[in-house]
């Protein structure tokens, strides 16, 4: 199957795996942009406008995590997925913190970055949930859940998701009040619960504590050695 009409952003300073990744992307219908270091791909990412993001941490000029910032500012919704020959987990996760989406290891196959590239375009294009409103969003205490658009709004102010907090955020709110595992969090928003996506979760629950912390009927508890509960109390409950 082909896969029209989305153009990616390519950034890796290795020639040779910049020419293999791009061609065989090519090869799958994608439109691929590549850019050798950060200024570059900053350049590019000013000019033209990307369905998904291919960032390497270690590039010349400006690193992989300050071109993610950069581009963070401006667009919260792009997906970013990192490719890192760095073994540091601190490293990985401050990839995630900043606003990636997913890291790849080097060395990588094709067949796994395909795989991540489909899973993160389909998830962009897809329609609204079945149980969100009829105006496509989840009432979760005072907060106005928008899964389609990414936001976050309560009262007058209106906060942009990355795509996997939005992701988080809508498995939360499909099982209220319900003790939910830490390998089931893992499995389902992630697709795979192994050592460092645990560590990465816990970086994305504490940013979603933040965002929640305007309206204290909606709490993401902690349940030692177990996993969370996403509690939201109603109003004269």
Known sequence: MSDNNFKILLVEDDEALRFIVKDNLGQHNYEVLAAADGREALELFDKDSFDLIILDVMLPKIDGFQVAEKIRKTNEQVPIIFLTA???????????????????????????????????????????????????????????????????????????????????????????????????ILEKVWGSDDYFLGRSLDVFISRLRKYFKADSSVKIVNLHGIGFRFSVKKENA
Do not use: C, W
């Open 86 to 184: 760095r073994s540091m987990t601190e490293d990985k996760i401050k990839g995630l913190t900043i606003g990636g989406d997913d890291y790849i290891p080097k060395p990588f196959s094709m067949e796994e970055l395909l795989l991540k590239i489909k899973i993160f375009l389909r998830r962009s294009q897809s329609q609204p949930l079945n149980d969100t409103g009829e105006d496509g969003y989840m009432q979760i205490g005072r907060f106005s859940f928008h899964p389609e658009e990414l936001t976050l709004s309560i009262d007058d102010t209106t906060r942009s998701l990355t795509m996997k907090e939005a992701e988080l955020i809508r498995f939360f709110a499909e099982h209220p009040n319900k003790v939910l595992s830490r390998n089931e």
